[in-house]
């Protein structure tokens, strides 16, 4: 399934579901590999970062540079995969789960102070000075019960997120 | 209704936001750094403008026809840890424009649906390509031999005996070209229904026109020999449009030089004022759309001074897509797939001109005309740059999410 052919057949399809535990129905698993066909130019079966960017909304995303980490070079199972935690069904947890992965860049699996300070320098860019985001960071940090030096794990990300549910959902367009 | 808001389909009346204030637009910071960065959305022949209100409508905004949740969301009191940290908005955005985006749309091409799936549907449409390729497609190729030939043999003379009689000679040249076209649009068997008056040969009027392939500019020269601007193009195109298109006055630009376009803006304006010249043609969208949508007109051809005559163009898909995705094929073959295929049908209508209303400027112009050609031709709009299909969006935009992101913490952070 590593090649891009244009045509997907059942057990294609039965296995993709199978690895994504059937978050996307058959349909959407079609339809997303039409998408993906039409990203992948050259039928490399992979989506270079280039192509991803080709996406004028993906492009002017303020993240897009630590999602292109995450999705460059990804085979269609993969890309499904991913784009699995942006479905209904998918749990809070998943969801937390891909939240945390974009914070730590470098998969160590703890997401330091100057990880946090990253993310909040792409989204706000110039409009807020390093230090006022240090300061703000520091003060919510305490509030919660951290200090500057704490690592932040999975589980910490989840208790911090709480039962107020995580809205993350994308629909995938079924023609 | 989902779907609306996932990819943004426009209207040109702005969508409310629930709870965002306006976009900044007016922002001291964007302004003094907004002249370097109008890359995505500049237009082209449009001289880098010192007005200050035009500098603020570089374009609809594009924020408000997008789907965006990002920010932190409504002031929900005090800002948490939790808050901070929840980035899903920005990534649902990012995750939206993966799955589909209304820009990616325009260019689709729609292969035709094969219909040849069984026993004696099959047959007839073996029939039917041996019919296309081996009947129709010489008798054309035939048809558009002699054409040439005739048009040579007759412009070549033309050209060079009659140098003295200038105006004899542009007409002769004129007739020719327009002969020519029709010679080309016979070797497709096009079927051109016409509506609406006739360009007539005027100073002081330009025509735009929706853009879907190259050959928009030959089904339109069969009936009236414009004077186009074109992007020059190699090969045996770029030939034909130094010679042949060069005597009926066209103007040719490069999009990868930067400077090129206040040379283009300059030449264009010179031949809007000369009297003699033919009528000048102008594609605003700047790159070839697949005739469903239309993406946002370049201001140039708007802020000539001069009327503006709209045309739209409508291609019937059942016969050929006739859509020239320049990323995929050559001119060569998609002339040649045109050629084998049974016919390229097609609607031209010349729509009311248009001149710019007080008060209005260039881009609300040409935003109102896309919509008069949008609505005609049954095209959806979008609020795209043609141009982002050969560079990346201007940092502006990022800015600009950047930005309401900023004055959504700082706003929080002072809630007590």
Redesign the interface.
Known sequence: MGNASSMLTQYDIEEVQDYCHNLFSQQEIVSLYQRFCQLDRNAKGFISADEFLSVPEFAMNPLSQRLLKMVDGLNFKDFVAFLSAFTAKASVEQKIQLIFKVYDSDGNGKVSFNDILEVLRDLSGSFISDDQREQVLTQLLKEAGYSRDSYLMLDDFIKVFGSSGLKMEVEVPVD | M??EK??GFINIKKKEKEEKKPKPNKNPNSQTKSESERE?MSSRGGKLSSSSSELDLDGPNIEDY?PSG?SINEPRGK????D?????P???????????????RCF?SNPPEPWNWNVYLFPLWCFGVAVRYLILFPARVVVLTIGWIIFLSSFIPVHFLLKGHDKLRKKMERVLVELMCSFFVASWTGVVKYHGPRPSIRPKQVFVANHTSMIDFIILEQMTAFAVIMQKHPGWVGLLQSTILESVGCIWFNRSEAKDREIVAKKLRDHVQGVDNNPLLIFPEGTCINNQYSVMFKKGAFELGCTVCPIAIKYNKIFVDAFWNS?KQSFTMHLLQLMTSWAVVCDVWYLEPQNLRPGETPIEFAERVRDIISVRAGLKKVP?DGY?KYS??SPK???R???S???S??LR?EEK
């Open positions: 989902k779907k996932l990819f995505g997008l990002s800002l948490r840890l939790r901070l940290l929840d980035i899903s920005t990534l649902t955005e990012a995750a939206g424009a993966i799955v589909d985006d209304s820009f990616t689709k990323r795209w982002l990346r969006p935009h990022r800015e999410k950047q930005q992101f900023a004055e913490v700082l952070l």
